[in-house]
């Protein structure tokens, strides 16, 4: 069994940086695509980022493109996902994913940015 643990997240004003962090424990994450969704309350999850087991291949939604950066340590069995130029329609709590809808969950994070 695999158990995802995350931290970070927070408050952080428009323009501002935030890095969430997503440690696996248990099992390695490494043969697992790992990922980031997010979620605003009332509204259906939302992909954001993914990186390939490699760590070679990384893919990301749209409006996030370019600001957002996913990576992974497997030394560390830990996953990251950078927010920089952060806008309000950010705010929503993210959440760490392995190995898809029927895999492993973190217990999410809530991302906030003021305007």
């Known amino acids: 069994q695999i158990q995802l643990v995350q931290s970070g997240g927070g408050l952080v004003q428009a323009g501002g940086s935030l890095r969430l962090s997503c440690a696996a424990s248990g099992r390695t994450v490494s043969p697992y695509t790992m990922g980031w969704i997010r979620q605003v309350l009332g509204k259906e999850r939302e992909f954001v980022a993914a990186v390939s087991w490699t760590g070679a291949t990384a893919y990301y939604e749209d409006s996030v493109k370019g600001r957002f950066t996913i990576s992974r340590d497997s030394a560390k069995n830990t996953v990251y996902l950078q927010m920089n130029g952060l806008k309000p329609e950010d705010t929503a709590v993210y959440y760490c994913?392995?190995?898809?809808?029927?895999?492993?969950w973190g217990q999410g994070t809530q991302v906030t940015v003021s305007s």
């Open positions: 994913n392995g190995g898809g809808a029927t895999g492993y």
